[in-house]
């Protein structure tokens, strides 16, 4: 088994990656901590029959430090995608997406929902959530009809005529027997949507975040990013020009737009619009976005 006191891991932030005797990339990981977290790959190996078969097979290991949490999310993110390793199941490109798409019944004010698939380079005018797996999907349409009490029957879920089941047993107003006015179904069925519709990219041009270095305060990481696509990261300002020329389109990477998403609510970033190679800072209120749809960009070189 590898040696690790003879690596020199780095108690920094980043992206690490174990490799067998053939070059082969097995895993990539990331941590606020990389020897912390490397280390604990090696201890739960002897409890763990995936970790045992993995630091087994392991024969040397490499890593790219990163500035903080962000930019270490973002490019594991990336390579997982790109690069394909072999114990990685997690934040594997998805080719096909779900999504819950309302359709209003001809002759009716009844609207059901459909579980609609869509690869992951299509633009949709109104995306109402998106899931890697239909059976994602339905479980977050059965929460919603739960939380809002919406009838199953009403929505397409279930046949029959009469009271739906969910009426029987008090989760269903009644809209489906007429103990309540459709159209104050549809009302809650357009709030429980509106609860799960994507938000649009709300600025003019790109954003970059500015990640300062938790090891050394002085320095920062740069990242690059428009339309909810990763761009990459510049270590200084002036290498955001080459990351943006270089983007190519690429197709909408859900869990890119949700690791863009928590971070820019995360308190204390600097912010900047990046327009004709220029940065103009945003004040924290400006980050804050509606929940409209997003749009496939582009994506484009990240640190490697």
Request: glycine share 6%; hydrophobic share 35%.
């Amino acid at each position: 088994m590898l040696d690790l006191s003879e690596l020199q891991l780095p108690s920094c932030p980043g992206v690490y990656r174990f490799y067998n005797e053939r070059n082969a990339l097995l895993y990539v990981g990331k941590s606020i901590n990389i020897a912390q977290r490397v280390r604990s790959h090696f201890q739960a190996a002897r409890q763990d029959p995936k970790e045992a078969r993995l630091t087994r097979h392991t024969t040397h290991i490499d890593w790219t430090l990163t500035a903080g949490e962000i930019g270490a999310l973002l490019l594991e993110n990336r390579q997982i995608k790109t690069l394909h390793p072999l114990y990685n199941r997690r934040l594997r490109k998805t080719r096909k997406l779900w999504t819950l798409q309302p359709r209003q019944v001809a002759g009716s004010e009844q609207t059901e929902i459909a579980l609609c698939a869509l690869s992951a380079d299509q633009a949709q005018p109104e995306l109402f959530g998106l899931f890697p797996g239909k059976a994602m999907a339905l479980k977050q349409l059965k929460a919603l009809i739960a939380e809002y009490h919406l009838c199953e029957r009403l929505l397409g879920l279930e046949r029959g005529q009469g009271r739906c089941f969910g009426h029987q047993i008090g989760r269903c107003f009644g809209a489906c027997c007429g103990e309540e006015p459709l159209q104050q179904h549809n009302q809650r069925l357009h709030q429980a949507l509106a609860s799960r519709q994507l938000a649009a990219w709300p600025w003019p041009s790109s954003l970059v975040i500015e990640e300062r270095n938790q090891m050394d305060p002085t320095r920062s990481d740069w990242h690059l990013i428009n339309q909810w696509a990763y761009l990459g990261t510049a270590f200084l300002p002036n290498g955001l020009t080459p990351i943006e020329q270089q983007s190519v389109p690429e197709s909408f990477d859900l869990d890119a737009y949700f690791i863009l998403q928590k971070a820019l609510k995360q308190p204390g970033l600097n912010i900047y619009l990046y327009q004709n190679q220029r940065l103009t800072a945003l004040p924290s209120r400006s980050t804050a976005t509606p929940r409209i749809t997003p749009k496939v960009r582009n994506k484009g070189r990240a640190l490697s």
